[in-house]
């Protein structure tokens, strides 16, 4: 059974960074995606950065493309969410989920196993 834990969710300023961190366990040759979605309330989740498992290939949506990051740690089974010029647009729930499937699109249908989230709220 695969586990996600997030971790790195805190308060910071406007222009400011943070990296989030994501420990999944339980992979196995299923699970082809991994992937960044965030929520505010009242909203739907939205997928903000994926990454093929295999492929290694990277996908952002266009409120984070050239802000945020989405890489693993070498081999170990930990990705980051590397988020620079923070905005208060930014201030969400942030959640880390995997899956199986076209990973490039964020359909939530994708991915079966989610983290409990992490906060980020960015001031101005």
């Known amino acids: 059974q695969v586990h996600v834990q997030e971790s790195g969710g805190e308060s910071a300023q406007a222009g400011g960074s943070l990296t989030l961190s994501c420990a999944a366990s339980?992979?196995?040759?299923?699970?082809?995606?991994l992937a960044w979605f965030r929520q505010v309330p009242g909203k739907d989740r939205e997928g903000v950065a994926s990454?093929?498992?295999?492929?290694?290939?990277?996908a952002y949506s266009d409120s984070v493309k050239g802000r945020f990051t989405i890489s693993q740690a070498g081999t170990k089974n930990t990705w980051y969410l590397h988020m620079n010029s923070l905005k208060s647009a930014d201030t969400a729930m942030y959640y880390c989920?995997?899956?199986?499937?076209?990973?490039?699109?964020?359909?939530?249908?994708?991915?079966?196993?989610w983290g409990q989230g992490t906060q980020v709220t960015v001031s101005s």
């Open positions: 339980g992979l196995t040759y299923r699970t082809t995606c």
């Open positions: 989920a995997t899956g199986r499937g076209f990973c490039g699109t964020f359909h939530k249908s994708v991915y079966n196993s």
């Open positions: 990454i093929g498992l295999v492929s290694g290939n990277t």
